[in-house]
């Protein structure tokens, strides 16, 4: 039986120091996410990357570098759904209706239904009617 009782004892002050341990792990990553935050331009931070051995390393001979192809300019970003829906809805002078919306932008009618209500709850479109809506 004292054996038993001397495990558990073990067993308990091994959990009572893992858990200060954590409470100490814990702190340093609270800390490191407010410093994070408060900087405006976080980097992501490095990947650690095993070493290896020093017998599995290759000798590398200093050949010479090719250089690297020019970069090609971005190209122009699509525009999104809520862009296109907006953009149509922008141009209509009297408001767009549904039709003319699912005509002017290809959208299926669910598509159309949530870019609509994403737009309505963002405060950049009401609707004037049922189904006319404008820009705000």
């Not at 996410?33 to 931070?45: I, N, Q, R, V, Y």
């Not at 000798?59 to 090719?66: F, G, H, L, N, T």
């Not at 002017?104 to 239904?113: F, I, M, Y």
């Amino acid at each position: 039986m004292t054996k038993l009782q001397d495990q558990i004892k073990a067993v308990s002050t091994g959990l009572t120091k893992l858990a200060k341990d954590l409470n100490k792990v814990a702190t340093q990553v609270a800390r490191q996410e407010k410093t994070a935050t408060k900087k405006t331009t976080a980097k992501p931070a490095k990947k650690a990357v095993a070493k290896k051995p020093a017998a599995a390393k290759k000798s590398k001979k200093s050949a010479p570098k090719k250089a690297a192809p020019p970069k090609k300019a971005a190209a122009p970003a699509k525009p999104t759904v809520l862009d296109a829906v907006l953009d149509v809805v922008r141009r209509a002078r009297k408001g767009a209706t549904i039709a003319t919306l699912k005509e002017k932008t290809g959208l299926t009618p669910r598509q159309l239904s949530n870019a609509l209500y994403k737009l309505s709850t963002r405060g950049k479109i009401a609707a004037k009617s049922r189904g006319v809506y404008v820009k705000k």
